[in-house]
């Protein structure tokens, strides 16, 4: 038997309430609140002697690089940490249209076992046409159009997958629940389905969510406390490029970003990304500034760019692309204290060229240099990098992996490169490359804006 009720549940959040409210107490949503038919059933936990649980020893248990599935996507692997670990449940998610099916598709291609790929939105002969797309030709590659879950459990044992895409975890429904598909009943329910199945047949799945328009992960964010792996797929739909980021991994580092860039018949992994970013780069242009940011344990060059304008109201703007609002708030306060910049009259507006987005605090130091550059309208020589992080008093602090950021600025061709002062302590580097320390700020943009 079971009593069901209704409750109001944040789609962002999962936050569960007896009445409507306005405002998330959890996540600060706004009438983020819908109502949902919550079954209170006793789930049928077996009981205790109908289910023998195996008591490994630790000695005992394979945790073997090679148990991974690759999929010889590397840029996809790499995020995932070697590749997809048998048992796992990895979200995907990003933006519709900006690639999910394309790169599950894709990744799924190359496994040599079966994979099933479950469609809730497209005809398998839409999914045949991307297919023929992307040049895939695979033997063991299934599809299921299904949006029942309890079929599709059933397809599971049948087809006996290693992979399972689910596409999407939005459109599926368990029987259990009457709350349609797309609830957070349901995307929750199903999704614990799979997990408890997945742990017990030990093939993994890949879940494709779209963003909410907030940038939540598929509405509820209670998927990614539930699932092993979040990946967010992102990238501008009118840019060619592709970024795919871990925000969660059980089974490897959160910091590893993949690059792709989408052609016609799908997506091409991107090996040098410095050259890409660094291509379309306009040369002796004020604002602009190269640096070298370490994303996971690659290091990528890019450009960093900042247009200082004239303010003609009291507000003026603070826009930022690729980089944090509160931290430029803060690199600004900074300039105009510790070098006397005057920038609360101007308007600042800054861009990650190439449409990365990049948290490290490395990269602030190039951020201040492309404001002061552009304010005086004074360009930096363009075979320059400029890395380190700056602190509140002007001082520039050290930051890590400092060999492999220099490596790739002479790699490329640069022949001057600005690191913190204290970061030339113990620097065993043979390179062609000019590098200077930089103690603080005011030093640095006296040297270069001279
Ligand atoms: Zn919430």
Redesign the pocket.
């Known amino acids: 038997m079971s009593k069901s009720r209704l409750k109001y549940i944040?789609t962002?959040?999962g936050?569960e309430s007896l009445r409507w409210l306005g405002k998330?107490p959890?996540?600060d949503?706004w009438n983020?609140f819908s109502e949902e038919l919550v079954e209170i059933s006793k789930r049928k936990n077996s009981p205790v002697a109908n289910q023998k649980s195996t008591i490994y020893k630790i000695n005992e248990i394979s945790a073997a690089e090679e148990d991974r599935v690759k999929t010889g996507i590397k840029e996809f692997d790499r995020v995932l940490g070697g590749g997809i670990m048998p048992g796992s449940i990895i979200l995907l998610g990003g933006d519709p249209g900006i690639g999910k099916s394309t790169l599950a598709m894709q990744a799924a291609a190359n496994i040599s076992s079966n994979v099933l790929y479950v469609t809730g939105e497209e005809s398998p002969k839409q999914i045949k046409l991307r297919a023929l797309r992307l040049k895939i030709k695979s033997d063991n590659f299934f599809i299921l159009a299904e949006t029942n879950l309890n079929n599709i459990l059933s397809s599971i044992k049948e087809a006996q997958p290693s992979i399972v895409v689910i596409d999407s975890i939005q459109t599926m429904h368990s029987e259990q629940f009457d709350n349609s598909p797309g609830t957070v009943t349901q995307i929750r329910e199903c999704t614990s389905l799979l997990m408890e199945e997945a742990k017990k047949g030990h093939f993994a799945v890949i879940l494709i969510g779209h963003v909410t328009k907030e940038g939540i992960i598929a509405g509820p964010k209670v998927l990614e406390h539930i699932v092993d792996t979040v990946l967010q797929f992102e990238g501008e739909s009118n840019h060619s490029f592709r970024i795919l980021r871990s925000q969660k991994n059980r089974f490897g580092s959160t910091n590893e970003i993949g690059i792709f860039e989408m052609h016609e018949n799908g997506l091409a992994e991107v090996k040098n990304p410095s050259e890409l970013f660094l291509s379309d780069r306009e040369k002796n242009v004020s604002g602009s500034v190269i640096t070298a940011s370490v994303e996971g344990t690659r290091p990528i060059l890019l450009e960093v760019q900042a247009l200082v304008t004239p303010s003609n109201f009291g507000n003026p703007q603070r826009v930022t692309t690729g980089f944090d609002g509160r931290r430029l708030s803060i690199l600004l306060a900074v300039l105009e204290k510790r070098a006397n910049l005057r920038l609360s009259a101007n308007n600042v507006f800054l861009n990650m060229a190439g449409g990365v987005r990049i948290f490290e605090p490395a990269v602030d130091l190039a951020v201040c240099c492309s404001i002061a550059s552009s304010l005086l309208d004074k360009i930096i020589d363009n075979k320059s990098v400029v890395i380190g992080e700056v602190g509140l008093g002007g001082e520039i602090r050290s930051v890590g992996n400092i060999e492999k950021r220099i490596q790739e600025a002479e790699k490329l061709g640069f022949k001057r490169i600005f690191i913190p002062s204290n970061n030339l302590k113990g620097l065993k580097l043979n390179t062609e490359i000019k590098i200077s320390g930089v103690g603080n700020l005011m030093e640095l943009l006296q040297v270069i804006y001279k």
Do not use: N
Request: overall charge negative; aromatic content about 12%.
């Open positions: 944040c962002s959040c936050y998330c959890e996540c949503s983020s």
